[in-house]
């Protein structure tokens, strides 16, 4: 059985969509907030949030984000914190999104910690970043004794990089595992071990590629693809710009497909290397009481 949390960037658009499905599965309703503190922006994992109080607790976040108030971020954590269904993850923590330089960004991350750190239940070890900066951040999770769990974060149609192992039946027993027991078995895949480069590039083809079995208005990349209108404001897809995508973006993309051909993706993996320090299908397990 797979239990699978997925996140939008400050949208719960994608899990409150699927919970429309007529099967019966399990959807957790989940976001990846962007919480701007300081002169940083840090990225929240709020997972499972109660049907009833999702819609107020998105509003809550929309809120700081457009006034951010050190006050405000605690009262929202602790009652984020007070509702026991919820995980509060650290994704990609030592990510420098806005790049202010390692040494003012540690000094933020660590003040943001401080304040916050007993509102947050684990630190994600991120699928897409590199073994380096995940290994760092293994390190974190013990300074703050916090279990670290897996995440994806693909943004295309590979599965994911990294796995959490559990004998949890429910999404609700898997929060009780990482908030009450502080347990965790995270387990790298082998796709891991690739050179990032070369799966960012396979991200941009799936991007790229028709998808027939789509319903219509979906099927090519230019109806999947926005722009915002300068004028309204309004998003649409870049299909309304034209009847056809222009021809030389057509001979662009045959040079970009050439990137899932066996031979040019295996003279890239050498040319580019992958996380060679890492084995193929690591598997971490976390004990933050250890």
């Given at each position: 059985?797979?239990?699978?949390?997925?996140?939008?960037?400050?949208?719960?658009?994608?899990?409150?969509?699927l919970r429309?499905?007529?099967?019966?599965?399990?959807?957790?309703i989940?976001?990846?907030?962007?919480?701007p503190?300081?002169n940083a922006?840090?990225?929240?994992?709020?997972h499972?949030?109660?049907?009833?109080?999702?819609?107020?607790i998105?509003?809550?976040?929309?809120?700081?984000?457009?006034?951010?108030?050190k006050?405000r971020?605690?009262?929202?954590?602790?009652?984020?914190?007070?509702?026991p269904?919820?995980?509060?993850?650290?994704n990609?923590?030592?990510?420098?999104?806005?790049?202010?330089?390692?040494?003012?960004?540690?000094?933020?991350?660590?003040?943001?910690?401080?304040?916050?750190?007993?509102?947050?239940?684990?630190?994600?070890?991120?699928?897409?970043?590199?073994?380096?900066?995940n290994?760092?951040?293994?390190?974190?999770?013990?300074?703050?004794?916090?279990?670290?769990?897996?995440?994806?974060?693909r943004?295309?149609?590979?599965?994911?990089?990294?796995?959490?192992?559990?004998r949890?039946?429910?999404?609700?027993?898997?929060?009780?595992?990482?908030?009450e027991?502080?347990?965790?078995?995270v387990?790298?895949?082998?796709q891991?071990?690739?050179?990032?480069?070369?799966r960012?590039?396979?991200?941009?083809?799936?991007?790229?590629r028709?998808y027939?079995?789509?319903?219509?208005?979906?099927?090519?990349w230019?109806?999947?693809?926005?722009?915002?209108?300068?004028?309204?404001?309004?998003?649409?897809?870049?299909?309304?710009?034209?009847?056809?995508?222009?021809?030389?973006?057509?001979?662009?993309?045959?040079?970009?497909?050439m990137?899932?051909?066996?031979?040019?993706?295996?003279?890239?993996?050498?040319?580019f290397?992958?996380?060679?320090?890492?084995?193929?299908?690591?598997?971490?397990?976390?004990?933050?009481?250890a």
């Open positions: 059985m797979s239990l699978v949390s997925l996140t939008d960037h400050d949208s719960m658009g994608a899990p409150t969509s429309q499905l007529p099967e019966a599965i399990q959807i957790p989940a976001v990846e907030w962007s919480v503190f300081e922006v840090f990225h929240l994992g709020i499972n949030l109660p049907q009833n109080l999702a819609a107020t998105m509003e809550d976040f929309a809120e700081y984000t457009r006034n951010p108030c006050s971020l605690l009262e929202i954590m602790a009652e984020l914190h007070k509702l269904e919820v995980l509060i993850v650290f990609h923590p030592l990510w420098d999104q806005l790049g202010p330089g390692q040494l003012p960004f540690q000094l933020v991350l660590k003040r943001f910690l401080r304040q916050h750190v007993e509102f947050i239940h684990a630190f994600e070890l991120n699928a897409m970043r590199n073994w380096s900066e290994k760092r951040v293994v390190e974190l999770g013990e300074r703050w004794q916090r279990p670290v769990v897996s995440g994806g974060d943004h295309g149609c590979e599965p994911s990089g990294a796995l959490n192992l559990t949890a039946t429910n999404f609700s027993l898997f929060v009780q595992e990482i908030r027991a502080q347990l965790s078995h387990l790298f895949m082998p891991y071990a690739e050179p990032r480069s070369l960012f590039w396979q991200t941009v083809i799936d991007v790229l028709e027939p079995e789509y319903p219509l208005g979906s099927r090519r230019d109806e999947r693809v926005f722009h915002i209108d300068c004028y309204t404001g309004c998003d649409s897809p870049l299909s309304a710009l034209w009847k056809a995508p222009p021809p030389f973006l057509g001979r662009i993309f045959s040079v970009i497909r990137g899932e051909r066996k031979s040019v993706r295996h003279a890239l993996s050498y040319t290397g992958g996380n060679t320090e890492l084995s193929l299908a690591t598997e971490i397990p976390c004990d933050a009481n």
